[in-house]
């Protein structure tokens, strides 16, 4: 039994988290379905839910293997704990926000994958990162200007530059496509 791991990419200020939280919201009572809670080494803040750690915390969190993937972004560290993965293997659908740098990792780690490339418009991105204020995230125009080259060929691409609840709705419905895939396969 397989399940997919769904990676959610997309530029900084798009909004994957939002439209991660809508999905999330969405699927609450789907017991299949699991949005991964990153490590970080960010401090706590209330624009993202992740697990903060140190630097030489995250170091030997990868060194023991109890995170899977991991990648470095705007000078941090982040990863996804190793048992949230390991659903996929029960025929769940895991859900991640994770970088396009990591693409290639998450297809050789992965047989059954999609990919859910998030955007908006480029001002909207602009206001969003500024909104946050975020001092651990860095110059405002070196997140702007950083793009990553992945293949978006076998990519869905979601615009959220209007209504974050269609957009989040939209995520939603691939994720459910994918249960049913999972669920077919087994």
Known sequence: ?????VAVVGPSGAGKDTVMGIARSLLASEPRVHFVRRVITRPADTNEDHEPVTADE??????CGSVALHWRAHGLSYGLPSPALQRIDCGHVVIANVSRSI?????????????????????????????????SDGRL????ARDVDFDRGSS?????????????ARLEGLIL??????????
């Open 1 to 5: 039994m397989i399940g997919v791991f």
């Open 177 to 186: 496509s994918q249960l049913v895939a999972a669920s077919a396969a087994d």
């Open 103 to 135: 693409l290639a990792d998450v297809a050789r780690r992965f047989r059954r994958r999609l990919v859910v490339e998030v955007t908006a418009n480029e001002a909207l991105r602009a206001a969003r990162l500024a909104g946050r204020a975020r001092a």
């Open 58 to 63: 995250f170091a030997s969190r990868v060194a």
């Open 156 to 168: 869905i691409l979601i615009d959220n530059s209007g209504d974050a609840a269609v957009a989040g």
């Open 141 to 144: 125009a070196d997140r702007m």
